[in-house]
């Protein structure tokens, strides 16, 4: 299954939970800060996001949204 994530760097407030909770370690913090003063995260290898969504469940400002595509056919 591939995946893809979103991550809405005005609403993000870089608590980390999604970089923690990223089985691949896909998710870092971006170098500057978002409209609210804030280094809102970032993925930073896109192709390997399988969308298994561990850190969108994680974030409590629901910045992240999840894409799947099912491509076993």
Avoid at 6 to 24: F, S
Avoid at 43 to 67: F, L, Q
């Amino acid at each position: 299954m591939k995946g893809k994530i979103v991550i809405d760097r005005e609403l993000c407030k870089g608590c980390k939970y999604c970089m923690i909770a990223c089985p691949l370690g896909i998710i870092l913090m971006e170098e500057n800060f978002n409209r609210k003063g804030f280094i809102p995260a970032v993925c930073v290898d896109p192709e390997k996001c399988t969308g298994c969504s561990m850190c969108a469940r994680m974030c409590p400002e629901i910045a992240i949204e999840v894409y799947r595509e099912n491509n076993e056919e």
